[in-house]
């Protein structure tokens, strides 16, 4: 089922003229993919999941709906700002929301494959910074880059 993920995958971004720009698969693969387009390195991965876990602790009313009683949050949570625990939907929607930038994720699933997160309030005109993911479900995030153009030397 993974391969066929994989295959569905980079047949749409083939179709999309896009290829995936491969992230090291540690459990932060995330964090680092979203550190990597925010700062052309995957290096700050930690703290990408740092500033998400204390948004999503600073916005409690917002995120802890989605557990069966408080324990429940504040286990996820601790279990969250650890290195190499899994990023999901909701530390998407925090990433998201606290740096101010627009997410588009395309994933491997075969429904409801382009997912778009956007931050709360309005956005200056074509001033909101864009961010390309892609996610073979359920195991990895990637980044999203062009095809390269036809005599464009390899980077």
């Known amino acids: 089922k993974l391969e066929e993920g994989v295959l569905l995958l980079h047949q749409r971004l083939t179709n999309l003229g896009l290829r995936e720009h491969e992230i090291n698969g540690d459990g932060n693969c995330q964090f680092r993919s979203f550190s990597y387009e925010m700062y052309g390195t995957d290096r700050y991965h930690l703290a990408v999941r740092r500033k998400a876990v204390e948004y999503m602790r600073a916005n409690r009313d917002d995120f802890a709906v ?23 939907e909701l530390t998407l929607r925090a990433i998201s929301d606290c740096y101010g930038v627009q997410v588009h994720v395309l994933t491997s699933n075969p429904e409801n494959w382009y997912l778009r997160y956007d931050p709360p309030g309005p956005a200056a005109r074509g001033e909101r910074r864009q961010l390309f993911l892609c996610y073979v479900a359920p195991v990895h995030y990637s980044v999203l880059a062009p095809c390269q153009e036809e005599g464009e030397a390899a980077a």
């Open 66 to 88: 989605f557990f069966s009683g408080r324990r429940g949050f504040d286990s996820y949570l601790t279990q969250l700002q650890r290195p190499k625990q899994w990023g999901d």
